[in-house]
């Protein structure tokens, strides 16, 4: 499951890359455009959607052996998401966004960073529920998550407080 998410992002990656400066634009159609952090978080959703139903495999056994294999996953989408999201703030602000629509688009991203933390404590909760590990703790996997959630929101705030000095 690591593997592949590691992959799916890897792809998702050379995909962006890939489709840099290869726009066609036509005067029919108005170009629709979605911030890189969208992208990256709506594909994180979608993966963790099709996951969703592989919590626990045809053994009833648990697909993450350990709380810290489940943190490694999810630390690992929040700083992908992280990385878009500071790369698209840092664009709003050269483009001259005020100071309102800079403090909602921080408010929506630290949200999207929450939402990917939730999603990992639940399913860490969820791994708990099926059948308990020996490998740490449940509460001090969840809150070094949450932790790295906080870093990460922390990072954006700054980004915004110092863009408006």
């Given at each position: 499951?690591?593997?592949?998410?590691?992959?799916?992002?890897?792809?998702?990656?050379?995909?962006?890359?890939?489709?840099?400066?290869?726009?066609?634009?036509?005067?029919?159609?108005?170009?629709?455009?979605?911030?890189?952090?969208?992208?990256?978080?709506?594909n994180i959703k979608k993966d963790l959607s099709a996951q969703a139903g592989e919590?626990?495999?045809?053994?009833?056994?648990?697909?993450?052996?350990?709380?810290?294999?489940?943190?490694?996953?999810?630390?690992?989408?929040?700083?992908?998401?992280?990385?878009?999201?500071?790369?698209?703030?840092?664009?709003?602000?050269?483009?001259?966004?005020?100071?309102?629509?800079?403090?909602?688009?921080?408010?929506?991203?630290?949200?999207?960073?929450?939402?990917?933390?939730?999603?990992?404590?639940?399913?860490?909760?969820?791994?708990?529920?099926?059948?308990?590990?020996?490998?740490?703790?449940?509460?001090?996997?969840?809150?070094?998550?949450?932790?790295?959630?906080?870093?990460?929101?922390?990072?954006?705030?700054?980004?915004?407080?110092?863009s408006a000095k």
């Open positions: 499951m690591k593997r592949s998410l590691m992959i799916f992002f890897l792809l998702l990656t050379l995909g962006l890359f890939a489709s840099c400066g290869k726009t066609e634009e036509t005067e029919d159609t108005p170009e629709e455009t979605v911030a890189l952090s969208d992208q990256v978080y709506l919590i626990i495999d045809a053994s009833q056994r648990a697909v993450y052996s350990s709380y810290e294999e489940v943190y490694n996953d999810y630390s690992g989408m929040l700083s992908e998401l992280y990385k878009a999201q500071a790369s698209d703030l840092k664009k709003e602000i050269e483009e001259g966004a005020d100071n309102n629509a800079l403090s909602k688009s921080v408010a929506d991203k630290t949200a999207k960073l929450r939402d990917i933390a939730a999603d990992g404590v639940s399913m860490m909760s969820k791994m708990a529920s099926i059948n308990p590990v020996d490998n740490g703790d449940y509460s001090d996997w969840s809150n070094k998550l949450n932790t790295i959630c906080t870093a990460y929101e922390n990072k954006l705030t700054e980004t915004f407080t110092d």
